[in-house]
């Protein structure tokens, strides 16, 4: 159920780019997992607490996604959708495998001195860094709530992403929208790699089922809001633990159950749990 | 040649220069045959090449029936491997339990397929633009973990992680017989391209491709036709599936549902050219010469000063990455526009193509 938390984080950038570029991009997984390494790095070599990280994690994607964007994606833009994909999933490949040239395919874990302590509650342990994580991604993406809502940056994004021409007519630069929106997926994606880095062991093909998880979730909750999204991650969170409990499964229908409700989700209420039609 | 257009000049040297490649590659296994090795011919082909070949096909295969789907019909399946595999697991399933002869089992990978196929499109195809290109990913990742995983009476059912192994088919020249049984495949895959685009089907998909309500409307029973595209390049991708399991004879999830296949299939469509007769065959033998190249399987291999041989493979996935987004971002139309004549490959159609689709 915690780990709900840490899908929502995965999901809010992946939906933020989604709804307002209109690109799935598969190379979601890649940004988490950049970040991931990132945090690793700087614990690793120089001892920085992996909380403290998570900022300097979200300041280079969130530069690296604007300079992508504004580089590659933003030339393909209006094409159809399969260039799109096949374009994200090249991007997708690079990342991974600059990744495995730099660091190797071995596993890397963020393991601090607090790493596993945990509250108790009636014979149950939740580690801190679990509660935290679930704090830090609900917090995050509270942020970026309002961020969309209050800010000028916010506003010009919701309008590009509603109507593309006639947010140009009033003056939007679409270059700069698209590629500040990217970023900030990328930034958002970067966080939850860092939190990522402390729970589990990281290498550089983790990512790839995040990507789908991603997707996953953004459909459960519907597309275009950001809190429809939390709530899509927390529910597959559910959904997932509850797949994990069926007795003699395992952990291994974990993709197969998560795709068969995504399957059911589409085909029933193709606008999500909480989306509205548009 | 004078007075002729350069574009067509072009156009003939390459349809030369392909028929030249295809002769070659259709007569040279014969030299592996006893007789004339005994006859002292120049040795052509070994197990290297009969590898490369039948894999090529295989991919001719695969990417042509993504064709007749996502090509013709426009929707992106991003989850065709599922019938690779499904068409895979059918033959082995048939040969390891129920001991069938392998050339009776065949014909039920693809009749598999295509009934997982209309099973799956009635709901899947419903869906538009990305939501039906992940839900067919989906589909794709869940099969396999299914196929995987399911157990019966605490054994598990499919052959389990352990996969399963076929017996050698006894057949003289294995290699042969199995290069000929993919290239036979290819070609029929070529050969219903090319029936359907000139059948009332094919119109009424392409109809769909380019207006899904006006096609509707003018009497196209949309939701047939698609299922019935989808099915096809099901039946399609299942005996390419069918005859891997038997020619590799050892299918486990690995090497029957990789994800990477879906997206290479549909980079070969692509760079070839979607929609087209010979597209996707011309991709499919490109490319994946260029992924056997860079992966170091070829006789010839690149050497890169301060790289080192085992990092080859990741170099080998970051160039096929970098290709991928310039032909996505330069090339939109496919490599083969330029040697169809239609257009000249310039840095003003590179321009073109590039101030169409970007903001």
């Keep these: 159920m915690l780990a709900g938390g840490i899908y929502a984080a995965v999901g809010v950038g992946f939906g933020l780019v989604w709804g307002v570029l209109n690109i799935v991009n598969l190379a979601h997984g890649a940004l988490v997992i950049i970040g991931a390494y990132l945090t690793w790095q700087m614990f690793a070599a120089w001892g920085v607490d992996p909380f403290l990280t998570l900022p300097i994690d979200a300041i280079a994607l969130f530069v690296l996604g604007y300079a992508v964007q504004r580089g590659v994606i933003n030339r393909i833009i209006r094409a159809p959708l399969l260039f799109t994909f096949l374009l994200t999933f090249g991007l997708n490949l690079i990342a991974v495998n600059v990744l495995l040239l730099i660091f190797k395919s071995d596993f890397r874990s963020v393991t601090t ?39 000028r940056v916010g506003l010009a994004i919701q309008a590009v992403g509603s109507d593309r021409d006639a947010a140009q007519l009033v003056g939007i ?53 950001v809190s429809a999204t939390v709530v899509g991650g927390l529910v597959f969170g559910l959904v997932e633990a509850f797949g994990q409990s069926i007795p003699g499964s395992g952990s291994v229908f974990a993709n197969a159950i998560a795709f068969g409700v995504m399957v059911l989700i589409l085909v029933t209420r193709p606008q999500g749990l909480m989306g509205r039609l548009r | 040649m004078i007075g002729m257009p350069a574009s067509r000049i072009w156009n003939r040297v390459f349809t030369a220069l392909a028929m030249a490649v295809l002769a070659y590659a259709v007569l040279a296994p014969l030299s592996s045959l006893d007789a004339l090795q005994s006859l ?12 490369l070949a039948t894999i090529t096909a295989m991919f001719v295969v695969m990417a042509s029936a993504w064709n007749i789907i996502g090509g013709l019909t426009g929707y992106a399946a991003f989850g065709n491997v599922a019938f690779f595999g499904i068409g895979a697991y059918t033959v082995g399933m048939l040969i390891t339990k129920a001991r069938w002869p392998f050339l009776l089992a065949l014909p039920l990978a693809p009749a598999a397929a ?23 990913l989906g589909v794709g990742v869940a099969v396999g973990e299914l196929v995987q995983n399911v157990d019966f009476r605490g054994e598990p059912l499919f052959g389990g992680a352990s996969g399963l192994f076929l017996p050698i088919l006894a057949v003289p020249n294995r290699d042969l017989y199995f290069f000929y049984l993919m290239l036979a495949a290819a070609a029929v895959s070529i050969g219903v391209t090319w029936a359907v685009l000139r059948s009332r089907f094919g119109y009424g998909l392409i109809a769909i491709r380019e207006n899904e309500e006006a096609a509707a409307v003018i009497g196209v029973n949309t939701t047939a036709y698609k299922v019935a595209a989808f099915a096809l390049a099901a039946t399609l991708t299942g005996l390419a599936g069918g005859v891997f399991a038997q020619w590799n004879v050892f299918v486990d999830q690995e090497n029957s549902f990789p994800i990477g296949y879906n997206v290479e299939m549909i980079l070969m469509a692509l760079l070839g050219g979607t929609g087209t007769v010979f597209g996707p065959a011309a991709g499919a033998v490109v490319l994946q010469l260029l992924i056997q190249f860079l992966s170091g399987s070829l006789p010839i291999t690149l050497q890169i000063p301060f790289v080192p041989d085992d990092a080859m493979p990741v170099l080998a996935q970051v160039v096929l990455g970098v290709l991928l987004m310039l032909v996505v971002v330069f090339a939109p139309r496919g490599v083969i526009d330029f040697f169809g004549g239609r257009s000249t490959l310039s840095i003003a159609y590179l321009r073109r193509s590039l101030r169409e689709t970007s903001v």
């Excluded at chain 1, 001195?113 to 679930?134: H, N, Q, T």
């Design chain 2, 114 to 136: 295509a009934v997982f196929a209309v099973l799956i499109g009635l709901p899947l195809l419903r869906l538009r633009g990305h939501y039906f290109a992940v839900a067919s």
């Design chain 1, 173 to 225: 630069d679409l270059r700069h929208a698209y590629a500040v929106t990217f970023g900030l997926g990328a930034a958002v994606a970067g966080v939850a790699g860092g939190m990522i880095a402390m729970i589990q062991a990281i290498t550089p093909t983790a990512g790839e089922p995040y990507t789908l998880q991603a997707f996953v979730v953004v459909i459960l909750g519907g597309l275009g809001r």
């Design chain 2, 40 to 51: 002292g011919m120049p040795l052509l082909t070994d197990k290297l090449w009969f590898r």
């Design chain 1, 113 to 151: 001195a607090y790493s596993g302590a945990g509250l108790e509650l009636g014979g149950l342990v939740i580690p801190y860094i679990r509660l935290a994580a679930l704090a830090i991604a609900l917090v995050m993406a509270a942020l970026l709530a309002i961020l969309l809502s209050r800010t």
